[in-house]
Each structure stands twice: as C-alpha cells, then as structure tokens.
C-alpha cells in the first residue's frame, strides 16, 4: 500500500512518513498542493491524506482536481481547525474520511486500516459477482 502526505507542515508530515514507514507502508510526502497535485496525478497511490490549508493550490482544491481526473483512491483529509464547513466541502469533493489536528497517529493509522478493510471488501464483492 502507497500512501501520499500532502502536508506543509514539514515536522509533521516528517513524523507522518516515519510512522507510516515504520507501520510497513509506502509512503512519500509532498510540502506543498502543486508539488502534490503532480504526485497524485500519477495515479500510482493507494491512498492520500491532504491538508487542507497549502499553499499554492489549497487541499480542496487538489481534491477537486484529482477527482476531476478520475483518481479514485481514497482521500483521507487533514483539517486543521475544527471548521464544519471544510469538511462539509471535502466530503462533498470526494473525500472519504477526515481527520482534525491535531490528531493522534493511532487514530490516523486505524482510520487508514478502516478505509483498507473497505476497499479489501469492495474487491471481494467484486469477485463474487464476476464468479457467480
Ligand atoms: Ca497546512
């Protein structure tokens, strides 16, 4: 599993790596929306946690554009204060889940396990119906 950390906060998306690195997954970190943006344009993540507070291009809006892209990895967002209105926007541009700092990496981690649970059953229902 490849994950993305678009954050700018580069002593907490730093910390973020080594934990997700430490917790065996792929993970690169990108400090800014543009530089972030590219990367997951690639297409090659298996899952993203975006700030939304970045400059040059904010969290919402790199969300909007990769779902415009049709990258459907799931999103995880970071909101940095506790505004009901960004996460209101983030869901409805695609988010699947956020998260508000600050955070406790337990949690983060157990909402990124919760999202791979998910997708692992979306690929099992799959299989039913293409073998039924
Ligand atoms: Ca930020």
């Known amino acids: 599993m490849k994950i993305l950390v678009i954050e700018d906060e580069e ?5 973020l790596i080594h934990m997700l690195i430490k ?9 800014d929306g543009e530089s972030g943006l590219d990367n997951a344009l690639t297409g090659i993540y298996d ?19 990769i779902r ?5 990895c799931p999103v995880i967002l970071l909101t940095a204060k506790d505004e009901i209105s960004d996460k209101v926007t ?8 956020y998260i508000t700092k600050p955070f406790a990496i337990d949690e983060l981690l157990a909402r990124i396990r919760s999202i791979q649970r998910r997708m692992n059953n979306n690929i099992t229902n799959e299989n039913i119906i293409k073998f039924s």
Do not use: E, S, T
Not at 23 to 31: E, H
Not at 68 to 72: A, E, P, S, V
């Open 68 to 72: 415009n892209q049709h990258i459907n």
């Open 11 to 15: 002593a907490i998306a730093d910390a």
């Open 47 to 65: 899952l993203i946690i975006l700030d939304i507070m970045l400059p040059k291009i904010n969290g919402l809006d790199v969300l909007k554009q």
């Open 90 to 97: 983030g869901l409805d541009y695609g988010a699947d889940d």
């Open 23 to 31: 917790n065996k997954y792929l993970a690169d970190a990108c400090y």
